[in-house]
């Protein structure tokens, strides 16, 4: 069994930049099985939205409203995988969460088998 754990939120100015992690626990073989990752985002009130995908093959895809601002990456051990926000505005604000899945087409289509526990991310004007 795997398990997701996302950190790095807190509260930034706009303009700013915040780098989230989510690692991955469990056996190397578990883990590895679910190198299709994405992270999704959920504002107050609203919709939970994917903003990123990393496949398997590193193939990346963004939201429209995070392109040219935020970076998915993952380390060597396909364990973690980070999103490098950069230029934070207001609307970032949200609650994100990773998730993991052996198919791509699960984690953009936000049917994942594993998700984290989100963490909190404001953005202050």
């Known amino acids: 069994q795997v398990q997701l754990a996302e950190s790095g939120g807190d509260l930034v100015q706009v303009g700013g930049s915040l780098r989230l992690a989510c690692a991955a626990s469990?056996?190397?073989?578990?883990?590895?099985?679910?190198?299709?990752r994405a992270w999704y985002r959920q504002a107050p009130g609203k919709q939970r939205e994917l903003v990123a995908v990393?496949?398997?093959?590193?193939?990346?895809n963004y939201a429209d409203s995070v392109k040219g601002r935020f970076t998915i990456s993952r380390d060597n051990a396909m364990s973690t995988v980070y999103i490098q926000m950069n230029e934070l505005e207001p609307e970032d604000t949200a609650v994100y969460y990773c998730?993991?899945?052996?198919?791509?087409?699960?984690?953009?289509?936000?049917?994942?088998?594993?998700w984290g526990q989100g963490t909190q991310v404001t953005v202050s004007s």
């Open positions: 998730s993991a899945d052996s198919n791509s087409a699960y984690v953009i289509r936000g049917t994942s088998d594993y």
């Open positions: 469990g056996t190397s073989k578990s883990i590895f099985s679910i190198s299709d």
């Open positions: 990393l496949t398997r093959g590193g193939r990346t």
